[in-house]
């Protein structure tokens, strides 16, 4: 058991230095490193009783988080597997799975009634056996349990590596022919989601260069390789653009639950400028993103600052000691400013996003 | 998240499944930190509330090392106990940390590395990196890098990790910086010069060969050092193989560049991206601190990975606070930006505190003042205190109301009391207790050192001044302030002029800060004479004999500087001279070749890093002491004098570099000391004798103030130098009576003085001084004159003679051919005397004496010359001629520099020849320039004396048979010399010749081998042709000024004409060499 623990030991701390190095970065990749890890975790583990399970995963979770804390993917991933692992659980325990599987709208949510009660699919038959605290052999829960829980996980692993082609599933429905869509930064959902769109039209998209990282420029280059209109325009034309632009499409790095999002810098002028001229402002992003905090623009170093060397070179050597360069990755844009976040769960305006995360994550998890 | 690395290439690396192994020399070798750092190695200080050492392993970390090394010297067992309780051990982090402690002798990094070695655990590439490294820099990147280059070119051996920061930067030290030469497309490291801050360093020296081997090279003062190495396997062996190298950088990287014998190559990474510093002195400390508070070393930061582990909240204005609600923080204090303040920290009401970094656990009472203040862990600042820039030790109480004047250090559990006034720089440190001072003596012999300079401190505790400084109820002594005592010990990098550059200070700029510091002397002439050696040695070992250039350039910039500070260093040289003598000792008793010593030499001389003129000194001191005094006996005792400088006399100018001022110099200063003070004549006379030195530089040498011993406080010692002076006085003299004693001897002057080479003079100049035996025996002094010439011409009157004759009259105006011919007889004449050492000559493998001709030949032309210039090429010809002819010291040197090589090669091909007589033409063979061995020369001299080289040179090949041979006895000389010179050597040479005339109708102002010193400038594209069309041009000028001079020899009566030629000499010499440039391509042109 050590050994096994050792090992599964070893990859979180592995994972945590990588996230305190950075060396993973990257929402959806810090959410895939997390999900197996926890899958190493929860394969390793033993544990006789869901409690036991439970606090295991919340440590190792808490642990992850704290290393990086400005990557919220990770703890969201873990607050969705611990979510997944419950459900599960009293699946099997109770073994009155409700098969009905209602898909949530914005219409029909109040009708629905506690969102506890509705259950992702359960992998588990009302057959299992599971007896937790067996004297005579602690082990059978977990043995019982376990390939429920490895299919659970590998739900979450898919639902990630899906996660692209499920939002852009509907991107046609998003973008009308001959539209003219502005989008900032190089997000990996905002570019399979316009490649997908362009399947079906013909647009242009004008990206902004996203300075200080100068992440438009890969984004261009990746859009008209992929033989959509593209035009590279510097970050101070943003606004005087603005009044062609027909959609703002942009990617977040984390949705909080009060509708804002984290996105990286420059989306809040590009949002500013479109809610001057009532511009819609269409936000891609993966469901891991939903992030169960609300009060972290409060926080400025939830900004997540950079070191300066992209601002002012370190050869500077005259202004480097009498400059104080403050180099944000990223943006809080507020609620106020989006009008609707496509994931891959369906779309929801901002208003609507608490409830998403009430959905997805169970409340004892938001503090890990 | 940002996107601030990428994980593939890590992937690569663990690919190749090699352990990554790390080096961490976790002392530093030196007390800039002291008093911060008695009681705890430096390692262990903390910087940002983590230590040094945390830092150091997370830099590590980030480029997945996965083995580290940590050599540990003082307190080891702190540094053992600290990685023991770090997070680094834990098992789930993959890291290997093995602990080295090597033993109390290890004084520099190199003796480190030597344990390294012997040790045997470095299995592969590695990093080596200084304990006090903080860096983000992707040092795995830097590791591919130099795998991918070792798998082509086994002798990169290292690649030393720079980060450019432009010239003025706080995180560059002022105090100790670099040069790097880098070759732009390769990044190979082609030259490293150390910089002080103190002395000021105005000029970096670069050797030619750079500029001619290297299309485009990059001249950068602006890299930071990061301290990071990647280094192969054989680096520490070659730190066990040089048993001297002591620092990294001044010794080994200097040491291999300039190294003729390793053929290693050292690279550079230039960081373009991320972070590396080191906490090398406490100015870099308040610096990197400043940039880790600036996020500069991002991900490394207080806020997102602290090596230490602790947690801190990023708030607006690059604040730092400890997370927990740990840290109180009065409603009325401010805390300015860039400022961390670790957990438990209370700051009461009114606090003021700017740009600092508090530990944890601190108090800071009301009132409190701190701007740029590092205050570790457990300090407690009483209310009212005013501290900036200084560093405050951990447990340190400082009493109310105190005040802390800028660049303090204050140590571990100093207690300040009431009101203490610390001034500018003060370091205080805890008194100890009688009890503990002589337990710590007897557990750290160590710790010696420090202790001695502890209880200095001590003894001076008692004045009312220092309760002053560290108020009542104190338990603090006061450092002393200035340079210590042993200063003179010290390296120069760590003296008190230098070390005040590397203080925690106001920045520089700052119209508070009192430097820079005025700095009256001037730049250490050791520095010249060392890198000169070095490059001449480089030279020898070029194969392509053209790369003289450089020599000359730094002799020229080397002696006028020559003076006797250097002496001041003689404690430090102490221990070489010792070796010099042991080595010497054994190659008198076994008989060694000159060669072998003057390798051996040359060894000890780098291992040592002593400048030129020490080893000049040594032998010279050797080679006196070894002369035996025969009482009463005068020409018993010369002959002695005549043997051991017959014998030795070669090595002086092959210990790296020719310079036979100094080296009389040398002598007369060793004489002068010495109880052989009486032979100082004699033996000067024998070095004149085998020609060591030259009239020239006997005269150079007397006009030197120093020769007179100005400036000699020592009066026994300077009436000594000032007897040797005289005797330099009397031989002068002779030489001047000669002059006017004899017709020829008149011209013999002349040519003497202008010419370094001169051979035949020194029968005379023996003669006159009355210690020549041979010579006297053989004829009177005329006589000698003659046969002198005649030796050289002899040797060379074959092929060049016939051609200068032959040329002479082709030309138009034809004012050469009376000339040309009154000397042919002469010339004839007296080979009938010398026959016999010409045939020596002629026998000689290597024809060294070919080169002579030039000069009997070369007189109809410059007599010519004057006489009447012929059209358009002879009009160069005076020119020429005159520039030659410089008596002006630079030429001249240049000349025998690039001759220091000819002669090297030519005394190992004729041994026979030296050994049978001293005589004159022997060695003025050897003293041809080797080059483009002697043969092109003496088509060269020709050349510029007719000033229509190709023509000639053709018409030399061509014609040499077919012209008439003036002289009979020419034949067998002639016969060799044309042996030795295949055809295809004839044009190559032509062009060298070719290029003179070319060059000298533009005189360029700041010509390149007299100034040499003043051009280390990027050399681009044309760099390669450039210098070699430099060297060659001076190889050509060398010939023919040892050519003019025979003409000048000849041409009796001439000499007021010369001497106005004289005039111009010294420049255009110089234009020649620096022009030829863009000759080469016209010669080419010009030859077809």
Redesign the interface.
Known sequence: MSADL?GS??A???LV??L????????RE?ALETVLVLRQVVSKARFSNIDQLISLIRSVGKRLV?A?P??HSVGNTVRKLLHHIREEYNTAMTGNASSSKTVYSISNFVLQGQPRKQNVAPKSEATLTLKENDPDDPDSFARVLKPVLMEAIQDVLDELETVYDNISKNAKDHIHSDEIILTIGHSKTVETFLKVAAHHRSFTVIVAETGP?YNGHEMARALSSAGISSFLVPDSSIYAIMSRVNKVIIGA?AILANGGMFAITGSLLAANAARVHSTPVVVCAGQFKLTPLWNLYHD??AL??????SVLG?????L??KV????P?YDYVGPELVDVFITNDGDHPPSSVYRLIKETYDDDDHEL | ?????S?SK?KDLTDEDEVLQAVILADSFNKRFKPLTSGKPRCLLPVCNATLLDWTFESL??AGVQEIFVVCRSYPELVKAAIRDSKWS?????LKIVSIITSKETFTPGDAMRDIYTRGIITSDFVLVMGDLVSNIRIDEVVRVHKERRRTNKDAIMTMVV??????????SKGESAIFVLDAETSECLHYEHVTGYPPKKHAKIPREILAEHPEIEIRN?LIDCGIDVCSVEVPSLFQDNFDYGDIRRDFVHGVLTSDLLMKSIHCYVAR?G?AARVADTRSYDSVS?DIL??????LVP???HPGGH?Y??????KYLAKGNSVVLSRTCKVG??CLIGAGTHIADNANIQASVIGQRCTIEANVTLRNVYVFDDAHIGAGSVIEYSIVGSNVKVGEGSTVARGCLIGDDVILGKNAKLGEFERVSRRRDEGEADESDKEDEDEQSEDSELEEAEARQDSESITAIIGEGSNAIVWPKGPRADEEDLDEVERYNNQRLMRIEI?I?DPASDLPLEYEGTESDSDASERESDESDLEMHALSRISSATSTSAISTSTPGLNIHTLHDAAAYSEFQAEVTQSLDRAFAEGHSVDNAAVELKTLRMASNVPLRKVREAVVASIVERIEVVEGDAAAQRREISKMVGRWGPLIDKIGGVDPVETIEVLQYHCAKSARLPLFGQILAALYQDDIVEEDDIRAWHARPEAKGEGLKDTSFAENVKRCWLVGTKMIEQFNEQESSEEESGEEDSDEEEQPSKKPAAATAQAAVGKKEESSEEESSSGDDESGEDDSQDSEDDAPATKAATAAPSQPSKPASTPASTKESEEEESEGSEEEESEDDALAPSQPAASKPSASSTTPAVSAAPSAPPPVPAAHAPALVSSTAAPAQPSTQDEESSEEESESEASDKEPAQTAQSQAPPAVASSKQPVTAPSKAESEESEGSEDSEEEEESEDDAASRATEPVPQAQVSTPKASTETARPPATITTQTESVATIPAAVPRPRPGPDVVGGKQNPVVASGSGQVASEGATTSRATTATATSSVATTQHSLRGQSAQERDDDGGEGEESGDDSGETDEEGNTDDSEEE
């Open positions: 050792h030991q070893r979180v701390e592995t230095s990588k305190r190095r950075r060396q993973v970065v990257g929402s810090a704290e990086q400005k990557e990282s790095h400025f170093g997540d600052f950079a070191d300066p060397s370190f050869e500077e050597g005259n480097v000691d104080d360069v403050l180099n990755y | 998240m940002p996107p601030k690395s994980s890590e970390a980030l834990k098992p789930s982090l993959g980060k450019p920061s432009g010239v003025v930067h706080r995180t560059r602006d991206e972070y400043k600036a996020r500069w070393t991002f991900p806020d997102d990975n947690s909240e990023h708030i607006r204005g690059n930006s860039n920045p700029g």
